[in-house]
T-cell receptor, first 113, second 117 residues
Framework: DGGITQSPKYLFRKEGQNVTLSCEQN?????MYWYRQDPGQGLRLIYY???????QKGDIAEGYSVSREKKESFPLTVTSAQKNPTAFYLC????????????FGPGTRLTVL | AQSVTQPDIHITVSEGASLELRCNYS??????LFWYVQSPGQGLQLLLK??????LVQGIKGFEAEFKRSQSSFNLRKPSVHWSDAAEYFC???????????????FGTGTQLKVEL
């Protein structure tokens, strides 16, 4: 089945540690996105990538980093510089070009202790 | 910059009753509009989308939405709600990136739907 996978579903880390969230898609989509979701705030865009080896900052990129070495993969690193990293993180992908539908993964809930 | 307002944070309806969830957007050009649904702890699923053409859009699970340019609205409707429709609903507006291309969605803050049996 084609789709987007995110792992792990739950992640716990100590304050001050970097952590990397995985996102993989087998939809052959060119564009991939990372969102952060907090209660009552909807989804906010962290980073997005249109093609391999290229990515753009979203609205709340500070304290996060990404890479796009493969078309299928778009990992997100939450660094120690992110002041309030506890949140639900969603990855999405879409066909390059146009405002096509974004398809979402199941999400990763990150809790920083 | 585009923005989306969902004025209702919570809505409760009885099973079998009709439903309307409100969405207002702000965008300078013709918007691309979406409705997504999210069950607790899950990702988002697309219900329907409007790009152009007929302003009444049909989606999955019996949902529909109507684009009204004069009111900057894209309200979601369902004639008869089922208990399984209880979830959070997000409206989103799409716009091309200002610099370097890229396509961005801006989401509303969501409406939590509760269905009473």
């Amino acid at each position: 089945d084609g789709g987007i996978t995110q792992s792990p579903k739950y992640l716990f880390r100590k304050e001050g540690q970097n952590v990397t969230l995985s996102c993989e898609q087998n939809l052959n989509h060119d564009a991939m996105y990372w969102y952060r979701q907090d209660p009552g705030q909807g989804l906010r865009l962290i980073y997005y990538s249109q093609i391999v080896n290229d990515f753009q900052k979203g609205d709340i990129a500070e304290g996060y980093s990404v890479s796009r070495e493969k078309k299928e993969s778009f990992p997100l690193t939450v660094t120690s510089a992110q002041k309030n990293p506890t949140a639900f993180y969603l990855c999405a992908s879409s066909i390059l070009g146009g405002l096509d539908t974004q398809y979402f993964g199941p999400g990763t809930r990150l809790t920083v202790l | 910059a585009q923005s989306v307002t969902q004025p209702d944070i919570h809505i409760t309806v009885s099973e079998g009753a009709s439903l309307e969830l409100r969405c207002n957007y702000s965008y300078g050009a013709t918007p691309y509009l979406f409705w997504y649904v999210q069950s607790p702890g899950q990702g988002l699923q697309l219900l329907l989308k409007y790009f152009s053409g007929d302003t009444l859009v049909q989606g999955i699970k019996g949902f529909e939405a109507e684009f009204k340019r004069s009111q900057s609205s894209f309200n979601l409707r369902k004639p008869s709600v089922h208990w399984s429709d209880a979830a959070e609903y997000f409206c989103a507006v799409g716009a091309r990136g200002v610099t370097g291309g890229g396509n961005k969605l801006t989401f509303g803050t969501g409406t939590q739907l509760k269905v009473e049996l």
